[in-house]
């Protein structure tokens, strides 16, 4: 069994401690993270790689940043950024070849304030994933394209969720290229493994401590290709680590698929 997660750990050399002791309770084989926060040469890959991962990433100062970690291995980078717009700097997507799984780590722009030029610039990056996610279909290798999405794609994903009508991850914008991507194939793998359950991956910070669990959204997701609908077995969120001291406002998704994959 193959356990691939995806996790906004909100600031990697912040968060190190909830980091390193979730990879150590959770045993994953494949981690995503996203929004790490710090400039490549501060990426923490002593720590990361004394947990027993290999890692690859890609980082922003004080912004965005991505990293795909697996254990007991070197991922094999394929591409770093997303086609479609040379201009754009912003650290928000890296590719792996992982022990023959296709591995794409994002962080989608929030869009808020919306609308506004943040918003155009969520639906112009969210239109270059789509087009991007129709060519790794089409080469039809095994793969996972898992992040913070900041979309919540339906109601079931949000407790209350007249509370987020005017918020960027819950415009109808946002719920349509997400449907959109999923019309082309690919296969939303919490949801296709709990199809009526209410899961959320994200909660606000409470002023009193804690967290506001009113505030849960599902807007963290793994993206399958369909060779791999018929083989995952189990899927969940890691709700635990959103109590842990200090902790990231996601809690880490994952997904566990059987060996017999169709991997080449």
């Known amino acids: 069994m193959t356990r691939i997660a995806t996790f906004n750990v909100n600031g990697v050399n912040g968060r190190l401690p909830v980091l390193l002791r979730w990879l150590d309770e959770a045993k994953c084989d494949i981690v995503c993270l996203q929004e790490l926060k710090t400039s490549d040469e501060k990426f923490p890959l002593d720590a990361i790689s004394h947990a027993g991962y290999g890692v690859i990433w890609h980082g922003q100062k004080s912004y965005n940043g991505v ?30 070849d992982v022990n023959g799984l296709v591995i794409g780590c994002l962080y989608l722009p929030n869009g808020n304030p919306a609308p506004g030029p943040k918003f155009d ?3 112009g990056w969210f239109e270059r ?8 279909l089409k080469a039809g290798r095994p793969t996972v394209l898992c992040g913070d ?18 918020d960027a991850v819950y415009f109808p914008e946002s719920r349509d290229a997400y449907s959109r991507m999923l019309a082309e194939g690919w296969i939303d793998a919490v949801r296709h493994t ?4 209410a899961i959320y991956t994200y909660w606000n910070f409470s002023y009193r401590g804690g967290y506001d669990r009113s505030s849960g959204l599902r807007m963290d997701h793994l993206l399958v290709s369909p060779s791999l609908s018929s083989h995952l077995r189990s899927a969940g969120v890691d709700v635990e680590t959103r109590g842990w001291e ?18 080449s």
């Open 246 to 263: 200090k902790p990231s406002d996601h809690a880490p998704a994952w997904i566990e698929i059987d060996e017999q994959n169709g991997r």
């Open 121 to 123: 610039y969520k639906l």
């Open 194 to 197: 709990h199809p009526g359950n």
């Open 149 to 166: 999405y900041n979309v919540v794609p339906t109601a079931l994903d949000a407790v209350v969720p007249r509370r987020w009508t005017g």
């Open 67 to 96: 990293a795909i970690l697996a254990r007991g291995t070197d991922p094999v980078e394929r591409r770093r950024g997303l086609p479609g717009d040379p201009d754009d700097t912003h650290s928000r997507y890296i590719e792996a």
């Open 129 to 136: 994933l789509i087009s991007y996610g129709q060519s790794l």
